[in-house]
């Protein structure tokens, strides 16, 4: 079993920046998919960004391209992500998600494909 814990959510003006951290409770596989995904009110979860932990391959979804970063750090068992350049449409609740269950770069879109999800950290972003 794998616990996910994200911080580093709070409030911001548009243009700001914040970096999320998700720090697993045990190592992360070696070859595994984590990722980022994120929910407005009244709005369905929507993947953000994945990374394969085996490769560094990354994926992203439209909207944050060339503003958020997704990144790891293997000794340290956390999973980052970078927003810059925020937008008040980024506001949400922010998920960590991992799984070994399926190729990456096939399923990290898909919020049925992880099976360890964190908490959530909130994001506010102000116009």
């Known amino acids: 079993q794998v616990q996910l814990v994200e911080s580093g959510g709070g409030s911001v003006q548009a243009g700001g920046s914040l970096r999320l951290s998700c720090v697993a409770s045990?190592?992360?596989?070696?070859?595994?998919?984590m990722g980022w995904f994120r929910q407005a009110p009244g709005k369905e979860r929507e993947e953000v960004a994945s990374i394969y932990t085996g490769g560094g391959s990354t994926y992203y979804v439209d909207s944050v391209k060339g503003r958020f970063t997704i990144s790891q750090d293997n000794a340290k068992n956390t999973l980052y992500l970078q927003m810059n350049s925020l937008k008040p449409e980024d506001t949400a609740m922010y998920y960590c998600?991992?799984?070994?269950?399926?190729?990456?770069?096939?399923?990290?879109?898909?919020?049925?494909?992880?099976?360890?999800w964190g908490q959530g950290t909130q994001v506010t972003v102000s116009s």
């Open positions: 045990r190592s992360t596989y070696s070859s595994s998919c």
């Open positions: 998600a991992a799984h070994s269950r399926a190729y990456c770069y096939t399923s990290w879109s898909k919020s049925s494909a992880y099976n360890y």
